[in-house]
């Protein structure tokens, strides 16, 4: 694939989203839900093969009139550890899978911490094929699913840095997105306008701030902080709700404090390539 046809499939891949920082959306009964989170596309660690199978089990399933509804609950693309610009253009074909599946399907992706600067490029259009969201809560009568990726509830997470970690690796990337993305996205002048400045701290500031970019950018379970988050967590659901986390790479289904985590697609993590599935009400935890 040469230069110009690269650009032009990162351009088309990236026009099919759209941010919107909280929906609430309506669901039926019978609707089949899939939730996935913390694949971490780009990462050495990143388990991007099983991954992409089972992007191939969904698209079957779509088209079976089995799914319904998917959710990417966050951290789907590495964008801290490296490149910001190299991760999305490794890893076009996988998100075009991704996206795929809006042809049928709704498609939510939370943004999660590490993939946080993404919030940043949407597409103006109406015929989205994914939803940039940072909080996702889908009813059905008395019935209500909030989704969050979760980094919301760790103490060692500041939102503040997000875009800075995603931007300082590079400071070339956000002008070849502006090139790239011309016209077609709609709010990417102003990441464009961040971007070196978010390079030019990341570089430059304080000692204490180059710390804690260290410390954020170890693993949940290097951090010790998994059994703060769901805790938070479980602090946080509403009495009408159930609430679905992620962020810690640990699955979890907690019928009684209403509280569940797919897990992530990563090497090393406490549960690798799980998922959740959600139908009439019920959740249930799935390893692929």
Not at 113 to 134: A, C, M, Q, W
Request: charged letters at 35%.
């Amino acid at each position: 694939m040469g230069w110009k046809d690269s650009m032009n499939k990162l351009s088309r891949v990236l026009e099919w989203k759209t941010f919107t920082p909280r929906l609430e959306d309506l669901i039926s009964e019978e609707e089949q839900i899939v939730v996935f989170s913390d694949t971490h596309l780009g990462w050495e660690k990143s388990k991007k093969r099983e991954f992409e199978r089972f992007l191939d089990y969904l698209k079957d399933k779509m088209e079976r009139d089995d799914l319904d509804v998917v959710v990417a609950n966050g951290d789907i693309v590495e964008l801290w550890r490296r490149d910001d610009f190299k991760v999305l253009m490794e890893n076009l074909h996988t998100l075009g899978k991704l996206s795929e599946l809006g042809e049928k399907c709704k498609v939510y992706w939370i943004v999660g911490n590490h993939d946080y600067v993404l919030k940043e490029l949407f597409s103006t259009k109406p015929e989205n094929l994914i939803n940039f969201l940072r909080e996702l809560v889908l009813k059905h009568r008395d019935q209500k699913f909030r989704f969050v990726h979760g980094d919301q509830y760790d103490p060692t997470e500041v939102e503040w840095f997000f875009i800075p970690l995603c931007k300082g690796t590079n400071d070339l990337s956000g002008e070849l997105l502006y090139e790239i993305g011309g016209g077609v996205l709609g709010g990417i002048r102003s990441a464009i306008g961040k971007c070196f400045a978010h390079t030019f701290l990341k570089t430059y500031l304080s000692g204490q701030f180059r710390e804690r970019s260290k410390e954020m950018l170890r693993t949940p379970e290097e951090r010790g902080i998994i059994e703060i988050v769901e805790r938070n967590a479980k602090e946080d659901v509403k009495s009408d709700e159930f609430l679905i986390f992620s962020h810690t790479h640990k699955a979890l289904v907690d019928q009684k404090s209403r509280v569940a985590n797919p897990g992530s697609w990563v090497e090393g993590s406490p549960n690798e390539n799980t998922y959740l599935t959600i139908r009439r009400g019920k959740v249930k935890l799935n390893e692929f």
